[in-house]
């Protein structure tokens, strides 16, 4: 018996140490952030060195005012959107998978982001308001309402009997499909100046970002966190499976409903405002999960860190593949993307996740 506080003692230091290695592993995912937006901020059609942005970015008074301009008014909107967009849709991909127990889960795989554009073209195309309220933002909500009944049909299917997660996929799918054939029937019946507007959308870019949009996602993603927050315990329970979550008193269906309905609000904006940007809500949730597991106190900020770093340094990368052209940031994380999905395909099919 004197041996058990002995091991209780060595279990909790060994806790401790987990904890602590975990947190290290998000400050280090922060810095490197922070040097990918600061990098993000000094390329461009001029280039400038890390200090001068440094400097332009903490005593913007000391710098030029040219430097001040280009940093503060055109790259800055563009870099802080790539970090809020990315660790939105990184978000929405992590509480997808959770809730769904599918490691393919993701806005962009089940179709919630081609719903979403699709809403937002309708309304970029034809001046359609699928939500006769608050007209200025009339593409967002659009955006937001098909993601929404997109959500509701994944979720309708997903609690019926016999339902297996590659099922879901496979429903994904198909929604993915049907939403780019609606699209591409806006485009048909559209005049020339909206498709070019739809087709620019579609493929992805940070170039229209302003200060507003880069706002409203801030907004969206400080409303959703802190809800995220207070049920990590349910969401951490929930990846044990429906019937043990039961077992400890947690509404799974009510759970599951309001966290789809979240994970809409946090895929659609980022869609109607940048266009649509794969596999960011995919990549970002299984890096995060692999270095810091499953619990939510630990995955949910990771998650956020992951999905902002990737479409940062994606940002980065779209601005140097090509000296003095930018590439659509929809189609580097695609290419990005690509590869680490038919890994994972290949993964899932020689071990259970």
Not at 164 to 178: Q, R, Y
Not at 238 to 266: C, H
Not at 315 to 331: E, M, Y
């Amino acid at each position: 018996m004197s041996a058990l506080p002995l091991v209780e003692s060595t279990q909790r230091n060994a806790y401790r140490g987990l904890v602590r290695r975990k947190r290290v592993l998000l400050g280090v995912f922060a810095v490197l952030l922070l040097l990918s937006v600061l990098l993000d901020l000094a390329l461009g059609p001029a280039n400038y060195s890390l200090a001068d942005v440094a400097r332009a970015v903490l005593w913007p008074d000391t710098v030029s005012l040219q430097l001040r301009v280009v940093l503060w008014d055109i790259r800055m909107p563009v870099a802080l959107m790539a970090v809020v967009v990315g660790a939105a849709l990184s978000l929405a991909g992590a509480q997808m998978q959770t809730i769904l127990n599918n490691p393919l889960a993701s806005p962009f795989t089940l179709g919630i982001s081609a719903a979403a554009s699709f809403g937002a073209a309708l309304g970029l195309a034809f001046g359609l308001k699928l939500f006769p309220v608050a007209v200025d933002y009339m593409v967002p909500l659009n955006a937001f309402l098909m993601a929404v009944l997109s959500a509701l049909l994944i979720h309708a299917l997903s609690m019926r009997r016999g339902v297996t997660a590659e099922t879901i996929v496979l429903l994904g799918i198909a929604l993915v499909f049907t939403f780019n054939a609606l699209l591409a029937l806006v485009q048909y019946f559209a005049t020339e100046q909206a498709v070019a507007a739809v087709v620019f959308w579609t493929m992805g870019s940070l170039t229209k970002a302003t200060w507003p949009k880069v706002g409203v996602i801030c907004v969206v993603i400080l409303i959703m966190l802190p809800v995220f927050a207070r049920r990590a315990w349910a969401l951490t329970a929930l990846r044990l499976g429906d019937d043990k979550a039961a077992s400890f008193g947690i509404n799974v269906r009510r759970l599951r409903f309001q966290t789809l309905v979240m994970v809409s609000l946090l895929a659609a904006f980022p869609v109607a405002f940048v266009g649509v940007i794969g596999f960011v809500g995919l990549v970002g949730p299984h890096i995060a999960r692999m270095l810091v597991g499953e619990d939510q106190r630990f995955f949910l900020p990771a998650s956020l860190l992951t999905g902002a770093l990737m479409l940062s340094v994606s940002s980065v990368v779209s601005k140097t593949l090509i000296p003095g052209a930018i590439f659509p940031i929809g189609v580097v994380t695609s290419l990005v993307g690509v590869p680490f999905f038919i890994s994972l395909i290949l993964r899932s099919k020689r071990t259970a996740w």
